[in-house]
């Protein structure tokens, strides 16, 4: 019955050329930054804006696209990071294959999960994802085989090792990776909400009733988007494992994370693929300065400018801060 | 494993029952009216048994004559919710109002580490204390008294919602608001009402609970969860489903924590949680 649907997609490239031309600077500019000389400092914040760009880039394919609110997305990120870090150290199977193993897990988690719970509609299915978030957590915390509580301490290498995905000497390399990953999730879900099934996901969002009416499956697409959100959420997972080399259920499956790509999407801009990387890009900077100059006051300052920050793009600007850029910028040209 | 045990822990799971029924129909009370689910309904608990804990820790006002105050307070910050957040995202997408009450979650939980610490507090020496032997079951005291108090302000609740004319000019506008505007029912008042009733039963909760229970920053979070499932079994909106479903999770958490596993509680609740809403979407006594 899909033959009945015709949904016009945009032709991919068919975009303002200034945009390109903007974009792919942008492109050069990031892979050229590190030979000015950035020192370590910023090469983190460089590679954490990446890695929170992404996530909030896979929550927006769920929340944005198909408007299902997930508050458990953290679980995802955190069977990425154990999947890596599970099968170097007990196979030693190297993290570049294993990042694949975590996608595929996550998928299948998000089938699992999805099914029975993407029927539920809006309030239900929040709360419900909320549970799977922190069961999650608990059922890490108390699992000797990944090493409960304590987590894995990957085994370190003496050397730099790309079979390994470890380099102590520089971040330098984890910047490449971190960018290179960035460009490819931010092009998948680019191509994805300029295709077919990014305009039936859209559908099922604004109104499940009229996509039911053009045979469109309501709960297969929602299921879809889950996967695909999944599937984007815990190659971060696996790479940030790499990045730190310990990690702990309170540390990736902590609900911290489901609060940060929520509001990394909404401060950016939500259903909108520019959206993830401007609310990166302003709240992660945001976050670690903060964390440095006011974090030894002994608390959790930088949680209460999310809060705040929060709450204020919610009653101000509910489309985000991409709602100050003037759309014709960013969309298509259209033609007379 | 004998009937003492498991009628024990029946008992134990009664009593967190009704405090978990009193502390959900604040949560369903509010969403009733608004169709806003308070994400920081946690942290209106945590706030509340920490107004308990300063009023008896500076000035020497044990828990339980202090409850008045706490209400007055909660129902205060009620009040300030609604004015300075609520009613601007009244129109919004259920999104940007998930967002909205999520941030404040936040910011109060953070604010309150900041301020006080995440350090683990409690009430030394309430009047509250000790524990009753009935048989071979033993039942403490402020857990007893927390959970009476919790059952009498359910009532309270029930019965001022179905009849008083405030109670009904509330589920009027929870039916229809603008109906109910045209009947002379300011709507926002009305949410303002809700929401200062609703943190009020959060107040009698925390300051009930303050008795016994450690205070700390995250406390709220795992009421608030239990709260959550204990509205959505009950039926988003249905204040009397909250009691049937409070009970339920409590019973299910302490039978299923004395007959599996302790530290498992949340999955059980969660397995009941998924059963109920994907048999009976709509919950157990729910109109929508």
Known sequence: MDKLIVAKSEPLWNTNNKVISIIGGLVVLLFALPLVGLNSFYLHLFIMIFMHAVMAQSWNVIAGFSGQISLGHGAFFGIGAYATSFFYMEYGITPWISIFFGMFISGVFAVLIGIPMLRLSGHYFAIATLLIGISFQVVF?????????????????????WTALQFHSSKLPYYYIFLVFFLISFFAVWVLSRSKLG?????????????????????????????????????????????????????????????????????????????????????????????????????????????????????????????????????????? | MTSEIIFQAIVTGLMMGLIYALIAAGLSLIFGLMEIVNFAHGEHLMLS??????????????????????????AFCGVLTHYFLIRYILKAKMLIQICATF????????????????????VDKPLLEGRIELGSVFIGQPQLYASLVCLVAFIGLYLFVTKTETGLALQATAQDRHAAEVLGIPSNKMFAIGWAIGLGCVGVAGGMM?????????????????????????????????????????????????LIDPSFKLLYVFVIYLLVVIYKPQGLFGRY
């Open chain 1, 141 to 161: 915390q108390r699992w000797d085989l990944v090493g409960a509580a304590s987590g894995l301490w990957v085994t370190m290498t003496p050397e730099d090792s």
């Open chain 1, 199 to 336: 305009y039936r996901l859209r559908a099922v969002r604004d109104d499940p009733q009229a996509a039911l009416s053009l045979c469109i499956n309501v709960s297969n697409y929602k299921i879809i988007a889950y996967v695909i959100s999944a599937m984007i959420m815990a190659p971060m997972g696996s790479l940030f494992a790499q990045y730190i080399l310990i990690i702990d259920p309170d540390r990736v499956f902590n609900i911290e994370i489901s609060i940060i790509v929520l509001l990394i999407t909404v401060l950016g801009g939500i259903g909108n693929v520019w959206g993830p990387i401007i609310g990166a890009a302003i709240l992660i900077p945001i976050s670690e300065y903060s964390r440095i100059y006011l974090g030894g006051t002994g608390g959790a300052v930088d949680l209460i400018l999310y809060g705040l920050i929060l709450m204020i793009i919610c009653v101000f600007r509910p489309n985000g801060l991409i709602s100050f850029i003037p759309k014709d910028i960013l969309e298509r040209k259209k033609q007379r």
């Open chain 2, 49 to 74: 048994m920490f107004s308990s804990f300063w009023l008896w820790s500076l000035f020497g006002l044990d828990p339980l004559f202090s409850i008045p105050i706490t209400i007055l307070l909660m």
């Open chain 2, 103 to 122: 941030g404040l979650s936040i910011f109060i939980r953070s604010i309150a580490q900041l301020l006080w610490t995440p350090d683990f507090r409690n």
């Open chain 2, 210 to 258: 303050a008795n016994y229970f450690f205070i700390f920053t995250d406390v709220g979070i795992n009421f608030a969860l239990f709260a959550f499932v204990a509205v959505a079994l009950g039926g988003f909106g249905s204040i009397i489903g909250c009691l049937y479903a409070g009970i339920i999770i409590g019973l299910v958490e302490s039978l299923g924590g004395l």
